[in-house]
Nanobody
Framework: VQLQASGGGLVQPGGSLRLACAAS????????MGWYRQTPGKQRGLVAT???????DYASFVEGRFTISRDGAKNTVYLQMNSLKPNDTAVYYC???????????WGQGTLVTVSS
């Protein structure tokens, strides 16, 4: 399974970005997909997850600003980020965990920079 993330870039505070992560390869059974982020010197941390049934979970710092969604037919997960703040600046990674094989896969990361 390969994950290809896209959509990062430079945005001003208060702006919006939409990240996308497309999964390809042999994907069997149910899975959970999510977004994590990492800044220099810190551990990678959860942003949001969504499972095969569409149940979502968000980190507390999201505060209603981000929305995770998925297109099952395309095996793609999205992260709509609104009201971005400078401290949202990070490399964002997508992840898939497949329950049948108990394996996780990571995308290559996409940089989000929030700055004026």
């Amino acid at each position: 399974v390969q994950l290809q993330a896209s959509g990062g870039g430079l945005v001003q505070p208060g702006g919006s970005l939409r990240l996308a992560c497309a999964a390809s390869g042999s994907i069997f059974g149910t899975n959970i997909m999510g977004w994590y982020r990492q800044t220099p010197g810190k551990q990678r941390g959860l942003v949001a997850t969504i499972d095969s049934e569409g149940i979502t979970d968000y980190a507390s710092f999201v505060e209603g600003r981000f929305t995770i969604s998925r297109d099952g037919a395309k095996n793609t997960v999205y992260l709509q980020m609104n009201s971005l703040k400078p401290n949202d600046t990070a490399v964002y990674y997508c992840r898939m965990f497949t329950f049948l094989s108990s394996r996780e896969y990571w995308g290559q990361g996409t940089l989000v920079t929030v700055s004026s």
